[in-house]
């Protein structure tokens, strides 16, 4: 089945360390999203990439970084630099088409200790 | 710039009743998409609709349908004959067309529907 995955489910780590989500799409679809969403708000775009070896900023993406190395992989690191990294991280695709909507993995729920 | 605004925190609505979630937007580019998602408990996040900004009717998937007014800039939501399984968080989402090349899709902050039994 196509799809969308996200590793791990749930994630901890402590105050100042890097860490790297997955995200990992069957779907070949061109586009891919992250997206943090806290607890009872709406999604707010990180990074998203039209096609392999390009990215460009969301609306929050201080703190944050990816890669696009290949078309089905879109990593997500949070780095130190992020002053309130706990979240539940949402990673999405598409076509590359207006009218395409997105599909979404299940999500990571990271907390910072 | 591209906005989206979702004015109501949560709503009640009794079982079998319509309810209608608001949804507003700005952007300047003249085509654009409009979708619904709604998540549930679970955090999954599940397509319901789309409306294309050139599309002249409104969009109509079962129970759902999306009021189009592209003069107020709305997008609402009218969900018909409720169940108790659409207790749930909707969101409003828009992309652009030409001006991030129909890629760049942003979130209102979302409406919790409570149905009523």
């Known amino acids: 089945d196509g799809g969308i995955t996200q590793s791990p489910k ?39 990439s039209q096609i392999v070896n390009d990215f460009q900023k969301g609306d929050i993406a201080e703190g944050y970084s990816v890669s ?33 909507e997105q599909f979404f993995g299940p999500g990571t729920r990271l907390t910072v200790l | 710039a591209q906005k989206i605004t979702q004015t109501q925190p949560g709503m009640f609505v009794q079982e079998k009743e319509a309810v209608t979630l ?9 085509s654009y998409g409009l979708f619904w998602y709604k998540q549930p408990s679970s955090g999954e996040m599940i397509f319901l609709i789309y409306q294309g900004s050139y599309d002249q009717q409104n969009a109509t998937e ?10 107020r800039k709305s997008a609402n939501l009218v969900i018909s004959a409720s169940q108790l399984g659409d207790s ?3 969101f409003c ?10 890629f760049k899709t942003i979130f209102g902050a979302g409406t919790r529907l409570f149905v009523k039994a």
């Open chain 1, 10 to 48: 749930y994630l901890f780590r402590k105050e100042g360390q890097n860490v790297t989500l997955s995200c990992e799409q069957n779907l070949n679809h061109d586009a891919m999203y992250w997206y943090r969403q806290d607890p009872g708000q709406g999604l707010r775009l990180i990074y998203y």
């Open chain 1, 68 to 100: 696009r190395e290949k078309k089905e992989s879109f990593p997500l690191t949070v780095t130190s630099a992020q002053k309130n990294p706990t979240a539940f991280y949402l990673c999405a695709s598409n076509q590359g088409v207006i009218g395409n």
């Open chain 2, 22 to 30: 608001d949804c507003t937007y700005d952007t300047s580019d003249p």
């Open chain 2, 62 to 71: 079962g129970r759902y349908s999306l009021n189009f007014q592209k003069a």
């Open chain 2, 88 to 90: 749930a968080m909707y």
């Open chain 2, 93 to 102: 989402a828009m992309r652009e067309g030409r001006r991030t090349g129909g």
